[in-house]
């Protein structure tokens, strides 16, 4: 979904999660990166206390750190080569545009920034989000202990808030960002609240499932967000009057507006209700390349920064018809799922052979 949806005129954009309402990936990956978190880290927590915690969440950040600096060096490289031989698409949006320009012309300087964290090349940012949620958020959370986390989700509630409610008092202070860490972090911590729960307790999504009328009220914000974007939409019935203008969707991206948040967790509840984990579509094989690029996500998103830029930049502007569009979209995944089977081939032969546990 990330690679297809920020490539201009994709067609199998309009196929994608995005189309059924307010939220998309970047939700996604941040729930999910929640959940894991809580699962991996509460047990390192219960096993090395504090200072363990601490000490792992720092080496999985200087990971992150590691894998955006390279996909932001890549992209600035590919950036600088094709603005020399092709020249500067104007089909992009305004910030993109700009930051292709700053980058063309000084590529050293959009080096330097991104890798300052000041200025991160397009869709590396979230792994900026990502590497502060690491650093700040898991230790905070489950240092709080068992007995506080439900406090701790309730204050990251009203600190998401603030944005909603005080926007201009808080742009100052995260206009650098496209994810603003006050409002995004409460996803996250949502997500290691749910992946963080004692096993002996049942998990909280299914538990959620055993109540009727919060099914029905996810249904229905589901299906209302649905319609409204089928409404809305220049494929559908385009109702110009519905239709929000491309500001107001970054704003409520950028602070993670509540019709974003209510949208994607009544996603999440219904795919838990009906998806469980013993599904028998996780049991075929096709699904085993999926399953792979789950587990090692921060490589193969790395890989789909520097392969968006790739398709914008370089194969976009020759006008490719939708044939070539979607073989370019094919080896783009190819790309991908080999680089997820690889990681996880490598992982598999350093367990055998116990340099990893």
């Excluded at 005129?9 to 941040?30: C, K, N, Q, R, W």
């Excluded at 063309?104 to 397009?122: K, M, V």
């Excluded at 020759?318 to 190819?334: E, K, N, Q, T, Y």
Aim: aromatic share 12%.
């Amino acid at each position: 979904m990330i690679v297809v949806d920020h490539v201009s005129g994709d067609p199998l954009a309009m196929f994608t999660y995005h189309i059924i309402g307010f939220s998309d990936a970047a939700e996604i990956f941040v729930f999910l990166s929640g959940i894991a978190c809580g699962i991996a880290y509460s047990r390192i927590f219960a096993r090395d206390g504090m200072l363990g915690l601490i000490k792992s969440t720092a080496t999985r950040a200087g990971r992150i750190y590691l894998y955006y600096a390279l996909s932001s060096a890549a992209t600035i490289l590919i950036i600088s080569t094709a603005m020399r031989h092709e020249g500067l698409n104007s089909n992009f949006n305004g910030g993109l545009y700009h930051y292709f320009a700053v980058a063309a012309e000084d590529p050293f300087g959009a080096l330097s920034a991104a890798l300052c964290l000041t200025s991160a090349p397009p869709l590396a940012d979230i792994l900026v989000l990502y590497m502060v949620l690491t650093l700040v958020a898991v230790p905070a959370f489950l240092g709080a202990g068992h007995r506080y986390r439900l406090l701790v989700l309730v204050i990251s509630g009203a600190i998401w808030a603030i944005p909603q409610i005080l926007s201009d008092v808080v742009l100052p202070l995260t206009n650098q960002w496209i994810f603003n860490p006050l409002a995004w972090q409460f996803l996250f911590v949502i997500g290691l609240f749910i992946g963080s729960r004692d096993g002996t307790k049942p998990p909280i999504l299914q538990t959620l499932s055993r109540h009727r009328w919060i099914i029905s009220a996810a249904w229905i914000i589901v299906i209302t967000a649905f319609l409204y974007k089928l409404m809305g939409a220049r494929f559908g019935f385009d109702i110009a009057w519905l239709r929000l203008e491309p500001s107001a969707w970054a704003g409520m991206k950028e602070n993670l507006s509540v019709f974003r948040l209510a949208h994607f967790l009544s996603v999440a509840l219904l795919v838990a209700t009906y998806f469980r984990r013993d599904n028998a579509l996780l049991k075929w094989r096709i699904s085993l390349p999926l399953i792979k690029t789950g587990m090692h996500s921060l490589e193969v998103f790395s890989l789909t920064v520097v392969l968006d830029v790739f398709e914008n930049l370089l194969l976009i502007p020759r006008h490719p018809s939708i044939s070539d569009r979607l073989a370019m979209d094919g080896v783009a995944f190819l790309l991908m799922a080999l680089t997820a089977i690889a990681l996880a081939h490598r992982r598999n032969t350093l367990v055998r052979t116990g340099a990893v546990t």
